[in-house]
């Protein structure tokens, strides 16, 4: 199966700045079909981006994705409050689908 | 707005089988067009895709799981459901279902997920 690297483990930021999260594959990822999430505490995840770069419904344009093969990357151009939270990438190219171990933001 | 609920004991014994449930509203499992989903998050770990199932009955497993995993789907009630059976520990995790959006051969992305369940195996 494809494993999914995550770093850096831990962001730690503030309100107003810009946080990138890198995931590396194992093996290239078919298709590109490299989607990521969001996990707030108590909350159900919540999906960003489809795709490598395709903003899901109601996302707001200050998230991006981006990358191709082994090597994606999650922008958030401005931190908002509500953006602090843990974010995994998950890889849909092969099966099974694996889960990078997630990046926190804080 | 589709949502999803998961239902089912939260502690199991060893050996035992452990059954969730998770009951849509909001969208139509007999729609068809999404795959649903069960995936699990070990404490302090990542998440791992257990299956998905098709409103047919049609079904997908982690081969990691296999041998261990059936699921089923209910359209009249608009639910479907996980069963795990001989749990160890190594099976305490929160479990989320999830609607998924399958690209045949490969895999799902997820597009709404439940709030999970913590279901820990111990005597």
């Known amino acids: 199966e494809i494993v999914l690297t995550q770093s850096p483990g831990t962001l730690s930021l503030s309100p107003g700045e810009r946080a990138t999260l890198s995931c590396r594959a194992s093996q290239s990822v078919s298709s590109n079909y490299l989607a990521w999430y969001q996990h707030r505490p108590g909350q159900a995840p919540r999906l960003l981006i489809y795709?490598?770069?395709t903003r899901a419904a109601g996302i707001p344009d200050r998230f991006s994705g981006r990358g191709s093969g082994t090597d994606f990357t999650l922008t958030i151009s401005r931190l908002e409050p509500e953006d602090f939270a843990v974010y995994y990438c998950?890889?849909?190219?092969?099966?099974?689908?694996?889960f990078g171990q997630g990046t926190k933001v804080e | 707005q589709v949502q999803l609920q998961e239902s089912g004991p939260g502690l199991v014994k060893p050996s035992q089988t452990l059954s969730l449930t998770c009951i849509v509203s909001g969208g139509s499992i007999g729609s068809g067009g999404h795959y649903w989903n069960w995936i699990r998050q070990h404490p302090g770990k990542g998440l791992e895709w257990i299956g998905h199932?098709?409103?047919?009955?049609?079904?997908q497993y982690n081969p990691s799981l296999k041998s261990r995993v059936s699921m089923s789907v209910e359209t009249s009630k608009n639910q479907f459901s996980l069963r795990l059976t001989s749990v160890t520990a190594a099976d305490t995790a929160v479990y989320y279902c999830?609607?998924?959006?399958?690209?045949?051969?490969?895999?799902?992305?997820?597009?709404?997920w439940g709030q999970g369940t913590l279901v820990t195996v111990s005597s």
């Open positions: 199932i098709y409103y047919s009955g049609s079904t």
């Open positions: 999830a609607r998924g959006l399958y690209y045949y051969p490969s895999g799902d992305y997820f597009d709404y």
């Open positions: 998950q890889q849909y190219g092969r099966s099974p689908g694996t």
């Open positions: 795709g490598s770069s």
